[in-house]
T-cell receptor, first 112, second 115 residues
């Protein structure tokens, strides 16, 4: 089955700097890759997603890139703000299943 | 509009007790998912419903775990004879349809602590 790895596990950046989180997946059949942000005591919230027919997607300060050949995808956050501090999860889903396989998460701290 | 709601938000159980966790999906959402999230880890899939049909229960860790969605709306996850290793956050998610790539919307979770 699908296996998703995520790096780094923790990331500290200064306010205003960029943050990059990288994920790899194992199943070449996976075709949908969402990113979720989880704040303490809350459920995961979708922040951006990408499908396998697209190489890059951007939404204001957040962007995701996908390299299908290498089977990896990355989250880019520019001009980070303290409210970006949270745990971020990547996930993958193939065309046959319905559930997501999540990475282990990255704890992002944005220092003022 | 209202999102996914879960109750209770916190549950403390003595080992051996049965617990029932409730999920109210977004109105009209066909698909419903249960995930288990251990401390410091990503959510792990438990089971999936399309309307009232449980199409995938491959993630349920043992036969002590049982889920139902009898009318295709509210779902209940039941854990019998709870064990300490069952302590985790149980997340429910729903999506509008069963099509590929549909966004899953998560509830706040139920934090279960088994003593």
């Amino acid at each position: 089955g699908e296996n998703v790895e995520q790096h780094p596990s923790t990331l500290s950046v200064q306010e205003g700097d960029s943050a990059v989180i990288k994920c790899t997946y194992s199943d070449s059949a996976s075709n949908y890759f969402p990113w979720y942000k989880q704040e303490l005591g809350k459920g995961p919230q979708l922040i951006i997603d990408i499908r396998s027919n697209v190489g890059e997607k951007k939404d204001q300060r957040i962007a995701v890139t996908l390299n299908k050949t290498a089977k990896h995808f990355s989250l880019h956050i520019t001009e980070t703000q303290p409210e970006d501090s949270a745990v971020y999860f990547c996930a993958a889903r193939d065309n046959y299943g319905q559930n997501f396989v999540f990475g282990p998460g990255t704890r992002l701290s944005v220092l003022p | 509009g209202a999102g996914v709601s879960q109750s209770p938000r916190y549950k403390v159980a003595k080992r051996g007790q049965d617990v029932a966790l409730r999920c109210d999906p977004i109105s009209g959402h066909v698909s419903l998912f249960w995930y288990q999230q251990a401390l410091g880890q990503g959510p792990e899939f438990l089971t999936y419903f399309q309307n009232e049909a449980q199409l995938d229960k491959s993630g349920l860790p043992s036969d002590r775990f049982f889920a139902e969605r009898p009318e295709g709306s509210v779902s209940t996850l039941k854990i019998q004879r709870t064990q300490q290793e069952d302590s985790a956050v149980y997340l429910c998610a729903s999506s509008l349809s069963s099509g590929g790539g549909e966004t899953q919307y998560f509830g706040p979770g139920t934090r279960l602590l088994v003593l």
